[in-house]
């Protein structure tokens, strides 16, 4: 086992637990789960440009249109057309949000915030519901090839009132090890990354469910990934960390997310969003 590179010390003592408590990954079984990973230091939108010169890719930011995924067709065809709409579409809708951390974790989602994700301006939660009151920034960034096929789609957001980045994650698809189609999104961290892996779930209303609960690994879940010094890479599976993501029409046909997340089987954090499409004149600027 080689250590990682020299580091800011709480970065190098939280990689080097991943890798001491993880498994090595077997490129040649685990190549559902691998993907891209930031550099030392801060990630925000840095590590855009990075990846794109390092694949020779080029950038297109927040073009009108674009979205998360290309669509659900062969995937959950019974789907609302409005979510699939947002999710195709995703730079035409706004989101407004509010937050809420449960009283017996709020102190620890500070620590967090505190040594961590305010620094490294990645998975920043926001730790009060007025954080959000000016409402969330929402950019989508298209990574494609010299044959214009996008290979990597980044939501970059970002805080209204303070400019602050909320998180930047790259939105793909994977196969687990059963077969399932999954959604997979992808955290960068200083050499390394936080991995979601989320099975999709659509109810009789087509509401859509994503669901990253599992208790072993190769199953939906939370991954830690780190690359030490030598290239090795090293995963790390946490079953005791879940989150769920419910989007829905409400009886005013107006379209929500509901997204909490649990430790230990006990909710942690809840962020509740209200969906908006754009007005014509600003989608097509």
């Known amino acids: 086992m080689a250590l990682p590179k020299l580091q800011n010390p709480l970065d190098w003592t939280t ?3 991943n890798i001491a408590t993880g498994k090595r990954v077997d490129p040649a079984q685990d190549q559902w789960l691998v993907g891209p990973f930031g550099d030392i230091g801060g990630i925000a939108d840095r590590f855009v440009d990075r990846l794109a010169e390092r694949e020779n890719l080029s950038v297109v930011r927040n073009r009108p249109g674009s979205g998360l995924v290309d669509g659900f067709e062969d995937w959950a065809p019974s ?5 699939e709409s ?7 809708y706004d989101l407004d949000a509010w937050t809420q951390w449960k009283p017996i974790f709020g102190g620890l989602g500070y620590l967090v915030y505190k040594l961590f994700s305010q620094r490294i301006q990645q998975l920043n939660l926001p730790q009060k519901s007025l954080d959000t009151a000016r409402g969330i920034k929402s950019e989508i ?8 096929k996008t290979i990597y789609r980044v939501w970059f957001r970002r805080l209204k009132e303070t400019n602050e980045v909320v998180y930047s994650g790259i939105y793909t698809h994977c196969h687990i090890p059963s077969g399932e189609r999954c959604l997979k999104v992808i955290f960068p961290l200083p050499q390394g ?3 979601v892996v989320m099975r999709l779930n659509i109810d009789s209303h087509g509401n859509l469910e994503l669901l990253s609960k599992g208790t072993r690994y190769g199953e939906p879940g939370f991954y830690f990934l780190v690359e030490d010094r030598k290239g090795t890479i090293w995963k790390h599976y946490l079953p005791s960390f879940h989150e769920r993501i419910f989007v829905y029409e409400d009886e ?3 379209l929500r997310a509901d997204h909490s997340m649990s430790l230990w089987k006990c909710r942690a954090y809840d962020l509740h969003y209200k969906i908006t499409r754009k007005p014509i004149s600003q989608t097509t600027r």
């Open 86 to 92: 947002f999710y195709t579409q995703t730079t035409d």
């Open 79 to 83: 789907i609302n057309p409005k979510i």
């Open 252 to 254: 005013e046909n107006v």
């Open 141 to 148: 960034i298209g990574l494609a090839d010299q044959h214009g």
């Open 15 to 17: 990689q080097l637990w």
């Open 193 to 195: 990354s936080a991995t």
